[in-house]
């Protein structure tokens, strides 16, 4: 993403956008990555599931962080595109 002489603020904003959703999207894989593997090792040591507090919130941050971070990431080019459709329509008088 090329920041906007136009409109410096708000590619600021763009770019903030996009490193917040690629943290959301990370944090929500490495959650259910390792749920996942912790879920793995359940039949190797013969004992029962058991929802924990822990188990519980790994799933709700997945839930939550990898959908919220796309559409973070979506807006993040939005505004991009935004950029884009105003720097091909904009009309030099020379």
């Known amino acids: ?38 879920f793995s090792k359940l039949g190797s040591s013969g004992s029962e599931w058991v929802w924990t507090y822990k188990d519980i919130t790994k799933i709700i941050v997945s839930a939550i962080f990898i959908p919220f ?9 939005t505004i991009g595109v935004f950029f884009a459709i105003e720097l091909n329509t904009r009309t030099d008088n020379k």
């Open 1 to 38: 993403m090329v920041i906007n002489t136009r409109f410096p603020m708000l590619s600021a904003i763009a770019k903030i956008l996009w490193i917040i959703a690629i943290i959301m999207i990370i944090t929500g894989l490495f959650s259910i990555i390792s749920e996942l593997i912790e």
């Open 69 to 77: 971070g796309f559409t973070t990431m979506a807006v993040a080019e």
